[in-house]
C-alpha cells in the first residue's frame, strides 16, 4: 500500500513575521501624526467657533447697551463684610453672560456686592464651555482650598480675599477659568477706578477696565479691530508661574484674566518671540506678561473682531521693536513707550503702572488692537 507524505502546515518564517511588523510600525508612524493633526483640525474649529459666539454676544451687548461690555467695572462697596482690596470687579464675561446662553448665571450674580464677596462665590465655580478652548492646557475647574490663604495672592480663591474671620471659604467652593480674554489694545495695567481717570485715555482696545466703547468709536473699522481673542491658561504656567494657579478666573475682571494686550507678541516665550521672558523674579513680578495673548493651536491664536468675524493670526505677524528701555523689573518695553507710575486715590492704596506712546511705531499686531489709530490694514498682511 502506498502511503501519501505527510504536508508541512504553511507558516511565516522569521524574517517574514519581522517584515510585517515593520510595515506595521511605518504605517502607523504614518497614521499617527495624521490622526493629530485632524483632532487638532477639529478643536481648532471648536475654538473658533467659541469666540463667534462670544463675539455676537458682545455685539448684541451693544445693540443693547449703547456700548460694548466693559473689561470690568470699579467695585464701589469698601466696608466689611463686603469688601475687597482690588479696584477691578465682574468680568466681561459676567456682564454679557444673558447673551450667550447663561440667563442663569447671570441671574444669580449679585451685581450691588464685588465679585470677590462670599456672597457671589457660587458662580465662580460654573464651567463655562463655550469660554473653554478644547487645546488649552491645565485649564480643568479646580477647588479653593477650606481656608482662605491671606496675603499669599498664589492660590486659588485669592480674589475672595474677605477680612479674615467674617467669611471662611467653605470647603464645596470651586472656580472656573476662561481661555479667552477681551482686547484692551496695545497695553492694559494694574488699576483703575472711577476716581482717576488719568489712564483710561491711554488704552487702545475695545474692552478695558472701566469701559464704555461705543460701535462708532471704532474708527479703524469693526473687520480691522480685534475685540476678544486667545488667552490660553497653560500658557500662564510658562509666563507666570508663582500665580499661574488663579489666573484666567472667568468671573474676574483683573488685566491679567480676562484681558490681554498686545504690548508683547503673541505665544510669548514658546519659541517665536525675540523678547526673553527675562529672569524668573522678573516674570513672577510683571504686570506685562500674564496679560499676553496665546494658544496651544500650532504656529498662532484665534481672533475675534467686532464684526463677527474669527481669524487664526500667526505667531510670525509684524510686531514693534523693543528697544533697551525697560519697566522697573527690567523687562523691555517697545521704542518710543513711556512707563508711568500713578498712585491711586483714596479708598484705594495701589499704586498703578502705564504705559504712554511716545512715537513708538505699532506692528501690525498692534494695529489690530486698537480701535481709532488710523491704520490702514490689508487682510494679507496677517
Known sequence: MVTEPLRRRAGFTLIELLVVIAIIAVLIALLLPAVQSAREAARRAQCTNNLKQIALAASNYESSNGCFPGGSYSGTLFNPPHWSSYPEN???FV??????????IYNAVNFNLCSAGIENLTIAGVRINSLICPSDVRNETIAFPATQASGSGVLPGWSFNEIPGYFPLPSWAMQAFSSYAGNAGTWTFGFNNQMNPTPLQYYTGVIYNDSSVKIAAITDGTSNTMIFGEHSKGHLFLLDPSYAVSDNSWNSGRWYDTLYSTLYPLNLGLGNSTVS?????????SYWFPATAGSY????????FCDGSVHFIKNSISTWI???????????LPIGTAYVTVSASAPYTRTGYYLQNNGAQLGVYQQLSTRAGGEVISS???
Open 90 to 92: 465682574f468680568s466681561v
Open 277 to 285: 521672558l527675562n529672569s524668573a523674579a522678573s516674570v513672577n513680578a
Open 95 to 104: 456682564r454679557m453672560a444673558n447673551f450667550f446662553e447663561q440667563t442663569a
Open 380 to 382: 494679507d498682511s496677517y
Open 297 to 304: 493651536h500650532p504656529g498662532g491664536a484665534n481672533f475675534a
Open 322 to 332: 523693543y528697544g533697551s528701555n525697560a519697566d522697573s523689573y527690567g523687562d523691555a
